[in-house]
Structure formats: C-alpha cells, structure tokens
C-alpha cells in the first residue's frame, strides 16, 4: 500500500483541465466539420439507402470496389440533378410568368367567376371588386409587389449553386462510405459498448431499417400522390393530365409538394377555364383530402412496417423532421426519435 497520501485538489484541476481540453477540442472539430454537416448526413442517408445494391455490385467485381462505388455514386448524382436542380429553375420562371400574367387578368372576369360560387358568392366578388378595381386594379397589385416577386424568384435560381455543391459533396462522401463504411460502421459499434449500451447492433439495425424504410416510402408515396392527382386532374378536365400527373409524382418526392401543382391547377380551372367552378373545387378537394393525406399515412406505414415501430411515432417523426431539416428530415426524422425511445427504454430497465 502507497504510503503517500493523495492528493485531491490536484486530481481535481487535472480532471477539469482533461475534460476542458476535450470539449475545447471537439468544439473545434465541430466549426470545421459544419459547412459540411448537410452533405455528410446526405451522404449517409444515400450509403444507407442503397447499401444493399452495393454489396450486390461489389460481388462483381469483388477486387475492385471502387468501381460499383463510383457507378452507384454517378447513378445517385444523376438521379438528385434530376429532381432537385429543375424544380428551383422552373419556379423562378413560373414566378416570373405569373407577375405578368396577373397584370393582364381582367377584374370584371374575376369577379364574375367569383360570383357563380354558391353561399359565398357575392360576399366574395364584391370584396374583389372592392380590391381589384376601387384600388387601382390587378395591375396595380402586382406592380406593389413586384419586387417581392423577382426577389424570390432570384433567390431560387441561386440555391441551384448550392444544391449543386450539397450534390457534388455527399456524392463524394459516399463514395468514402461505401469504401470504408464497413469499418466505420464496426467502430462506431465499438465506442458505444465501451460507453455502456448493450444495443448497438439493436440501434444502429434500427437506424438502418429506418433510412431504407424513408427512402422506399418516399418512392411510393410519390407514386401514390401522381397517381390520384392525375385521376383528379382527369375527372376535372385539366390540359395535360398525364404530363401533370407526372410532374406531380416528380414533386412529390419533395415534402408537402404535391399542393404546390395541384392548387395552382384547381385556381386555373376555377377562374380561367370554361368549366364550371366547381370542377377546379371539386380538384382542391381531392388533392386536399385524398393526394395529401396519403403522403403522411403511406410513408408512416410504410416506415412503421420495415421498423415495428408504432405509426404514430413514425408520423411524430416525420412531419417533425420535415418541420426541422427539410427534405433529410423524412429520413433522420423519425431515426432519431427511435433511437432516443429505445434508449429510453434501455435506461428504463437497468434502472428498475
């Protein structure tokens, strides 16, 4: 036994000091590393989605990975150009066009249209005449709010520059995770039993199922939500149903995307088509009622199925996610809300 007596003040400062240094240095670690959160986490969500169809391309040329890992990577880059560079482009123009189109309405054609909707009718043309003609007109409305319009328009050509950086940089990362992903995998396993959880397989099984469960549902729903809103725009006379149907299920694949075409179409055929008014209603409600509501039960199912989690945590974690991240919160979304429940659990259970 080490006769000479310990001492504590001094443990203690050495204690601090580690513990300061450590947390001085993975601050650090995270300043550098946040430019590059948003495209590290695409990246895994992308390696986790597809993992399964890489191991498959790896069998073929089982000493050579690199190349099923670039051809995989390339495949996702021209899949993610073809979603999301167009669509930031296309509403810039939409916004532009609509500034004139606005400006050419004529108010008596509103107002008239406005006034064949039943109950509301007449409350609803007068307070537009009241609008559209006592206080300059269309144009004049337009013209108030018109930079407004170009600003928003610009800044969404402008985030095509920063969706192409996202793109390039998680298609370099997962190149990185689909090389070393096995092994960084097998650590990460590691750490977390020597920090005390006895689920690490469980959990990061889990976070695996739920990634290729968001992937797979974000698919299906986009297909469900075309599908039905091309059966409404048929049964409401829209021009082009097929092709909007097809751009609906392009859409889709984009959080509460769908009302961003199927409004517009159902205002088109209320107030400058032919058709009666409640053709364009009758449109505004199945997209509302069927088309939208299909989008949170079909991915909640479909998530809760390849989980065995309860549906209603699924969908607290989807529309959650969406409301925090975007479009990467359909994925991690309800991952981190499983993850946090098993925990939960866990912890739960050693302490009983």
């Excluded at 986490?41 to 498959?56: E, N």
């Excluded at 509501?293 to 989980?307: C, E, P, Q, W």
Aim: charged letters at 10%.
């Amino acid at each position: 036994m080490d006769p000479r007596p310990v001492d504590h003040p001094a443990r203690v400062s050495a204690i601090v000091l580690t513990t300061a240094l450590l947390v001085g240095l993975h601050t650090l670690v995270a300043l550098v590393l946040w430019p590059f959160v948003m495209p590290l986490l695409w990246s895994m969500v992308l390696t986790i989605a597809t993992w399964p169809a890489f191991v498959r391309l790896r069998a073929l040329a089982p000493r050579r990975p690199w190349i099923p890992a670039v051809a995989l990577s390339l495949l996702l880059g021209g899949l993610l150009l073809l979603v999301a560079v167009p669509l930031p482009l296309e509403l810039a123009g939409e916004l532009r066009q609509l500034g004139s189109t606005l400006s050419e309405i004529d108010p008596s054609a509103m107002v008239q249209a406005l006034n064949r909707v039943p109950l509301f009718g007449e409350t609803l043309s007068q307070q537009a005449n009241t609008l559209l003609t006592d206080e300059g007109g269309v144009r004049s409305l337009v013209a108030a709010h018109q930079a407004e319009l170009v600003r928003f328009a610009t800044q969404a050509a402008k985030s095509v520059a920063e969706t192409l950086t996202i793109i390039v940089l998680a298609l370099i990362g997962c190149c990185i995770f689909y090389l070393h992903g096995e092994s960084i995998a097998a650590e990460a396993r590691a750490i977390m039993r020597r920090l005390g959880s006895s689920r690490a397989d469980d959990i990061f099984s889990y976070i695996g199922a739920t990634v290729r469960g968001a992937a797979y549902s974000v698919i299906a729903t986009a297909i469900a939500q075309g599908t039905l809103a091309g059966i409404g725009y048929a049964i409401a006379g829209a021009p082009l149903p097929l092709l909007l149907a097809l751009t609906t299920m392009v859409v889709s694949l984009i959080p509460f995307g769908a009302p961003m075409l199927y409004v517009p179409v159902s205002a088109y055929l209320v107030f400058f088509s032919s058709q009666p008014w409640y053709y364009g209603v009758g449109l505004l409600a199945w997209g509302v009622v069927f088309v939208s509501t299909v989008d949170n039960f079909l991915r909640s199912m479909l998530i809760s199925h390849a989980t065995r989690v309860s549906p209603i945590i699924v969908f607290i974690g989807v529309v959650g996610g969406v409301l925090a991240f975007g479009l990467l919160g359909v994925f991690i979304g309800p991952a981190i809300i499983g993850v946090a429940r098993t925990l939960w659990h866990d912890f739960a259970q050693d302490a009983a």
